[in-house]
């Protein structure tokens, strides 16, 4: 089943304006939420997180937001680089818990 | 330069064939993962380790095996049972496993195609 919904499998904006991603989940008990980005032929690498005790955490141009009420979290890149363009997956896991669920993934294209 | 090295790049199966795909971290990380992932699904779990000589099955550890004799060494086994092997297979490392809330340190990578 799939406990973390990346449900759009592309975004496409111009250099310098905002990227919103989107990330759903279903289970209640996560309580600690990651983006990672990854270029192809490379692994992911870790972008932000995010606890469920907050709803908002900024590191310069990358915010994520969490809506727990609503079950969502979405990304926002201000402004947007051409350089920002690659796979980016939302994750989730509950505290104590191995298990890190990943969404489908969302493929952001900056174009200049 | 610490992180985690998998190989090889891309490796090709024949039927009946087990391959083993390696991973090693010099992270000092406790905890090690194996994910699979196919074309527009998420990253899947397949085994994952707390500890030396203690692993556990994920959601789809049908067809794989692993061992972890050191700490720094999760290698991944693809046995001729797992029908569909064709994937890309990542590793990963994180602190503790797990104890704290934490991010996983993720390899480059290992394509697996069938002959």
């Known amino acids: 089943d799939q406990q973390v919904k990346q449900n759009s499998p592309s975004l496409s904006v111009q250099e310098g304006r905002i990227s919103i991603l989107n990330c759903d989940y279903t289970n209640s008990m996560f309580d600690y939420f990651l983006w990672y980005k990854k270029y192809p032929a490379e692994g992911p690498t870790f972008l932000i997180s995010?606890?469920?005790?907050?709803d908002k955490n900024e590191d310069g141009r990358f915010t994520v937001f969490l809506n727990k009420s609503a079950k969502h979290l979405s990304l926002h890149i201000v402004p947007s680089q051409p350089g920002d363009s690659a796979v980016y997956f939302c994750?989730?896991?509950?505290?104590?818990?191995?298990?890190?669920?990943f969404g489908a993934g969302t493929r952001l294209t900056v174009k200049p | 330069d610490g992180g985690i090295t998998q190989s090889p790049k891309y490796l090709f199966r024949k039927e009946g064939q087990n391959v083993t795909l390696s991973c090693e971290q010099n992270l000092n990380h406790d905890a090690m993962y194996w994910y699979r992932q196919d074309p527009g699904q998420g990253l899947r779990l397949i085994y994952y380790?707390?500890?030396?000589?203690?692993?556990q099955k994920g959601d789809i550890a049908e067809g794989y095996s692993v061992s972890r004799e050191k700490k720094e060494s999760f290698p991944l086994t693809v046995t001729s049972a797992q029908k569909n092997p064709t994937a890309f297979y990542l590793c990963?490392?994180?602190?503790?496993?797990?104890?704290?809330?934490?991010?996983?340190?993720f390899g480059s990578g290992t394509q697996l195609s069938v002959l």
């Open positions: 995010i606890s469920s005790i907050k």
């Open positions: 994750a989730a896991t509950a505290y104590n818990n191995n298990d890190m669920r």
């Open positions: 380790s707390q500890i030396v000589n203690d692993f």
């Open positions: 990963a490392s994180s602190y503790s496993g797990g104890l704290t809330n934490e991010k996983l340190f």
